[in-house]
């Protein structure tokens, strides 16, 4: 089946703790993108990767790292996690690098609380 | 500046009843604009696109959204809303190797 996969969908920390969100598809796309989700503000872009190797700043990118070293993998990392981080988070990939014209596949989201 | 701009950030309607949540988009050019739906604890599924030719586009769900190039508009409609269509409905854009998303409209549905 093809999907999105993040891990872990719940997870709460403390600040200043590194953690990783893991997020794989299975779909043999070029594009993937991570988004955090907030009440009012809807989905903003944090980083994305047109293909392996390939990395770029979204709109709200401060906190956040990422790498894409396989065409499947694209982990999120944040190295001191605050609590301004507590949001809902999306993986995206799509199959073309046009992404502008192609459909977005989305994970299930990760809930992270940090406290 | 804000490139998509979903104006309701809730709308009720009854079961039944007929659906129009709306969408205005800022830019330059023709725009790719799509509708994506999130039901709840569920990442984000497309509804439907347009990029270009026919000005009315067809979806899933029973959903139809039609392009109004003089009105910078997207509207997503739907003749019968079922309860099944409560969610939060977003609109986006294809800009600049990205998708920008509007804020969202939840859908709320009376019995």
């Known amino acids: 089946e093809a999907q999105v996969t993040q891990n872990p969908r719940y997870l709460i920390t403390v600040t200043g703790k590194k953690l990783t969100v893991t997020c794989s598809q299975n779909?043999?796309?070029?594009?993937m993108s991570w988004y955090r989700q907030d009440p009012g503000l809807g989905l903003r872009q944090i980083y994305y990767s047109m293909n392996v190797e390939v990395t770029d700043k979204g709109d709200v990118p401060e906190g956040y790292k990422v790498s894409r070293k396989e065409k499947r993998n694209f982990p999120l990392i944040l190295e001191s996690p605050s609590p301004n981080q507590t949001s809902l988070y999306f993986c995206?990939?799509?199959?073309?690098?046009?992404?502008?014209?192609?459909?977005?596949?989305f994970g299930q989201g990760t809930r992270l609380t940090v406290v | 500046a804000q490139s998509v701009t979903q104006p309701d950030i809730h709308i009720t309607v009854s079961e039944g009843a007929s659906l129009e949540l709306r969408c205005n988009y800022s830019?330059?050019?023709?725009?790719?604009l799509f509708w994506y739906v999130q039901s709840p604890g569920q990442g984000l599924q497309l509804l439907l696109k347009y990029f270009s030719g026919d000005t009315l586009v067809q979806g899933i769900k029973g959903f139809e959204a039609e392009f109004k190039r003089s009105q910078s508009s997207f509207n997503l409609r739907k003749p019968s809303v079922h309860w099944s269509d409560a969610a939060e409905y977003f609109c986006?854009?294809?800009?600049?190797?990205?998708?920008?998303f509007g804020k969202g409209t939840r859908l709320h549905i009376l019995p």
């Open positions: 986006a854009v294809g800009r600049d190797d990205k998708i920008i």
């Open positions: 779909m043999n796309h070029e594009y």
């Open positions: 995206a990939s799509s199959p073309q690098f046009d992404v502008m014209n192609t459909e977005a596949f």
């Open positions: 830019y330059g050019a023709t725009p790719y």
